[in-house]
């Protein structure tokens, strides 16, 4: 403060100096570069190496100490910052790995990281044309592509944060649509409304029925067959009996890739009930989408065309990046727009001085939102439709090799042929394998996989998920996405699996 009194004449308000900037923009220049090296010595570069742990596994109390998470008066020299990113780097989970196979998003695209980069340094919102002139542009290009692809001729939609608020969206919008007064009026006058899903669908279905003040219970969940696929009859009666109560049915959510088992509802069926009760379909593709690249594979959404509205997100199978995901909608009336504008007049003006029709954040429920579009957009212009289609098909190729090398083996156990990526299946530990088939032995399997996790994740060799699921006790749920992922992971997998549990 001195040494800048002393070469200008300072203006001080309150006490605090005003010439110049406060920042050291060298210093920050310097721990940005210095900061990127180790973002691409320790992330990037060793993104497909497998001789690196997938997690370095530390208990969490170990873990706070090892991070000094205290926050201080005073701010901390850059040398100890850029340790703590290493440090941060070093205790994360590495789901670029090659072997990272626990959830439904995995491995690492390298345009896309860039335009995450790009977006992350421009820190844009994405709601008028006049503070987000490029990303406006490349979410309507994106959109469109998208639209082509689900097989509408034409559409709206809006990039979300996450599948589960599209579904939300949705069935906001459902809502809406059947009756437009409660945007004013509120829910007091409305009948009891009633809204459909298979009892394999998303939580979120759940969680927006609560959100919205529709209520759980009036969430009916429909039977499925062993498949985990909605059976079309059962819907017809829920929606029957729905009537007979004097509820007012307005929506069926389907799921094209369900979490766990990976099935596809048969949509076009679905569609024949929802247009003879004048029922919105909206199809949660969150997981299952993609498949609409692939030439071989998009007969998985056989029907989807017939839907109203689909949430799809490319962050999952092609790698767009968390968070990558669309709501796309048949109607291209505004509907979006008349749902959820509030007309803020400090930032929708109606007199600027371009087309205002670019001004589409009054769409959204959001007012800042993210470019998530661009990511998506970038990567699709370098790997071009083809390169995306090689990814499904690579990916749904591996898990049905792993599922021929299951077959293979003594001690595992597939639950059911896959139709998707979703690979669940028993490993049976030779010590259980002579077991009469009874209550006894499926307690004791039970028990197998969490063992077999906590080794895998104290080890550091791989991470794959496991759950019980109606009735069937605990299973491994393999998932198969990242471009990083060979035949070899594949045999890799198995042979880990049985040496975590060879004394089990």
């Not at 003040?213 to 009859?233: C, S």
């Not at 029907?303 to 990558?324: E, F, T």
Request: net charge neutral; glycine share 6%.
């Amino acid at each position: 403060k001195q040494e800048m009194l002393q070469k200008k004449s300072a203006v001080l308000v309150d006490g605090v100096i005003l010439n110049g900037p406060i920042m050291n923009s060298k210093a920050g220049e310097k721990f940005v570069e210095e900061a990127c090296k180790i973002i691409m010595e320790e992330v990037v570069q060793k993104a497909d190496d497998v001789t690196e742990k997938v997690c370095e596994w530390q208990a969490p109390e170990k873990l706070k100490q090892i991070l000094d998470l205290e926050m201080r008066d005073t701010g901390e020299c850059h040398q100890k910052i850029l340790q703590l990113c290493r440090d941060v780097i070093k205790y994360s989970v590495k789901t670029n790995h090659p072997r990272f196979f626990n959830q439904l998003y995995a491995g690492i695209d390298y345009y896309s990281l860039v335009a995450r980069f790009i977006t992350e340094a421009l820190n844009p919102s994405v709601y008028t044309y006049e503070v987000s002139p490029v990303f406006l542009l490349v979410e309507e290009a994106v959109i469109k592509k998208m639209i082509e692809f689900i097989g509408w001729e034409e559409g709206d939609g809006i990039f979300n944060p996450g599948g589960s608020v599209s579904n939300m969206y949705a069935m906001n919008l459902a809502r809406y649509k059947f009756c437009p007064e409660i945007k004013e009026k509120g829910l007091s006058g409305l009948p009891r409304l009633v809204l459909f899903a298979s009892e394999e669908c998303h939580y979120s279905m759940k969680k927006a029925a609560s959100f919205l003040g529709i209520g759980t219970e009036n969430v009916y969940f429909i039977k499925t067959d062993e498949r985990g696929k909605m059976i079309p009859e059962e819907l017809e009666k829920q929606v029957q009996r729905a009537r007979k109560e004097g509820s007012a049915p307005f929506l069926v959510c389907a799921t094209a890739g369900t979490t766990v088992l990976g099935a596809f509802d048969p949509l076009d069926e679905i569609a024949d009930i929802c247009k003879n009760h004048g029922l919105w379909l909206h199809v949660d593709a969150s997981w299952g989408g993609s498949a609409l690249i692939s030439r071989k594979h998009r007969r998985l959404l056989h029907g989807i065309h017939r839907a109203d509205s689909v949430a799809w997100n490319p962050h999952k199978m092609l790698l767009a990046g968390i968070q990558c995901c669309a709501l796309l909608v048949k109607d291209n009336s505004g509907l979006l727009k008349k749902c959820y504008s509030a007309e803020a007049a400090y930032l929708f003006q109606q007199d600027k001085f371009y087309d205002v029709s670019y001004d589409t954040g009054d769409k959204s429920i959001q007012c800042s939102r993210r470019p998530d579009a661009f990511k998506f957009w970038l990567m699709w212009k370098a790997l071009g439709t083809t390169g995306l289609e090689e990814r499904v098909n690579r990916a749904l190729a591996l898990a049905r090799y792993l599922v021929e090398e299951i077959k293979k083996r003594e001690g595992f156990q597939l639950l059911l042929e896959p139709e998707y990526a979703n690979v669940c299946f028993w490993y049976i530990p030779p010590s259980l394998r002579k077991m009469e088939d009874g209550p006894e032995f499926w307690q004791k399997l039970h028990q197998v996989a969490p063992i077999i996790k906590e080794r895998m994740m104290k080890k550091g060799s791989m991470m794959l998920g496991y759950q019980p699921h109606w009735g069937k006790v605990n299973f491994f749920r393999q998932v198969v996405i990242s471009p990083q992922v060979s035949r070899e992971d594949m045999d890799f997998l198995l042979d880990e699996i049985e040496l975590l549990a060879k004394d089990l």
